[in-house]
């Protein structure tokens, strides 16, 4: 199997004024392009060829740092860009959702603050994430092009904090574009579609 850079789910412009047509295209068509373009170099020879993207993510962890962090950072961006869209983001989850995280989480507010603060938190090049580990939401961050597949869960939200994500609007005020995408930019439904997937 070897990488492609997917369509964006949306318009250039669709995430303005919280994420720009300038950022995404600099973002998507730059960044994840090389990341494609780098991991398919990378996947020849590795004997890692023919596997999904997650089994690659997970055999080169650890084996095959040039690969694995092309590969990590191609799956991380294939969910990144579902994980946004336009007038998304707010308080109002779907209804499995929102119970999971009063009950994991201790609820919205909890959850946003956590979250912002793993973002902000992260040194460096990273992401911040939500993701299900033994049954239950957790907030994680993992430097560079790691995600939480290789430390035994499942990812179902995560935010980009690479710098590429945010310069271009929001400078150095990483906080400010980590409220932005809390509250204007999630897709909750295809959160909620990478829970379901995680807790069947």
Request: proline letters at 4%; hydrophobic letters at 40%.
């Amino acid at each position: 199997m070897s990488f492609e850079l997917p369509d964006l789910p949306y318009a250039y412009d669709a995430l303005a004024p919280y994420m720009s047509a300038e950022t995404l295209e600099f973002h998507h068509d730059k960044h994840h392009q090389a990341y494609v373009t780098k991991g398919n170099e990378l996947l020849a020879g590795s004997g890692l060829e023919g596997k999904s993207l997650e089994e690659i993510v997970k055999g080169s962890y650890g084996k095959n740092a040039g690969l694995f962090n092309n590969a990590g950072q191609h799956y991380n961006h294939i969910h990144f860009w579902k994980w946004m869209k336009k007038d998304g983001g707010g308080s109002s989850l779907p209804g499995a959702l929102a119970s999971a995280m009063d009950s994991d989480l201790g609820g919205f507010d909890k959850f946003r603050a956590d979250f912002i603060a793993a973002g902000v938190g992260q040194f460096g090049s990273g992401w911040a994430w939500l993701a299900v580990k033994n049954g239950k939401l957790e907030i994680m961050k993992t430097p560079n092009g790691e995600n939480p597949l290789v430390h035994g869960a499942a990812p179902v939200l995560g935010c980009d904090v690479w710098e590429h994500s945010y310069y271009i609007d929001y400078r150095n005020a990483r906080p400010k574009y980590l409220e932005a995408f809390i509250d204007n930019m999630i897709n909750w439904d295809y959160v909620l579609e990478m829970y379901e997937a995680a807790t069947k």
